[in-house]
């Protein structure tokens, strides 16, 4: 990573992403969950077009993403999911840092709409820390034990 270059978040929809971003960003994906997690499903699912996409570069290279998905779309809540951070950037604590954002824009944006996310069980307690309380039973989903945790959007959101 060159140390010269401020790392930049950026919150954007579909249609503003290059095309440079759009495929580090599906490399990423792929790199993590694929292969690194051996998770064998179709990541390209049709939802990218209409999510927000939250992301940390650092220069051209992608640190941590995220996407969030609006009320109705994935589920009856608004949704945060394919949260990864890059190998190389793991220990810098990006992973709670893209957490906050996820939770922050999507209940700015969707007031009043609780956040669903389909959660890696191993990842439970991390998600407690930001008040996601799970929801059901553990499940296997793409080879992987998951959980359904939700978030609460505050009254008189």
Known sequence: MDTNVTPDWQTVG????????????????QEVFAVEQTSIYLD??????????????EGDELLAYERC???GLQETESTIGRIVVAPAARGRNLG?????????????????HNIRMHAQAHLEKFYNAFEFYTEGEEYI????PHLEMVFKAPAGT
Not at 14 to 29: A, M, P, V, W
Not at 96 to 112: C, D, S, T, Y
């Open 14 to 29: 579909f249609d503003e992403l290059n095309t440079r971003q759009l495929y580090e960003i599906l490399k990423l994906r």
């Open 69 to 71: 998905l609006p009320p």
């Open 141 to 144: 989903l793409d080879g992987i």
């Open 44 to 57: 390209v699912d049709g939802l990218d077009q209409e999510a927000m996409h939250i992301s940390l570069w």
């Open 96 to 112: 709670r840092e893209l957490v906050r954002r996820g939770v922050e824009h999507n209940l700015a944006r969707w007031p009043g």
